[in-house]
């Protein structure tokens, strides 16, 4: 058994996993969207969109709890409509997040 990615308590048994990637127990999965999740192991084009209006773009995400750390990886500023670079990345509330997918503009 090893511990979810998404919560750090539930422990998902292998057989669950599935495989190679991180681990997500079940209710993770019911409270994380497929492109959130999806975004945590595979660096690529994601957006999601806050409650507040704004859209950001960003190529990976780290669960930590109540919130979701984003990275931003080579985009350049354009990218995202945000006041500031954040070069290290950003936290967002996960409960702030109105929709989040992967490869909006298509892959």
Not at 12 to 28: I, K, N, Q
Request: with cysteine; hydrophobic share 40%; glycine share 10%.
């Amino acid at each position: 058994m090893i511990l979810c990615v998404g919560c750090g308590v539930n422990r998902v048994a292998e057989e669950e996993h599935g495989g190679p990637g991180p681990a997500f127990c079940s209710s993770c999965q019911k409270h994380y969207p497929a492109s959130l999740r999806k975004a945590v192991a595979d660096p690529f084009d994601y957006a999601l969109r806050l409650v507040t209006g704004e859209v950001i773009r960003f190529t990976s995400a780290h669960i930590q709890g109540d919130y979701i750390h984003l990275s931003f990886g080579n985009q350049s500023e354009s990218d995202n409509a945000l006041p500031f670079v954040f070069a290290r990345g950003i936290e967002v509330r996960a409960d702030a997040i109105v929709w989040c997918a992967d490869a909006p503009e298509g892959s």
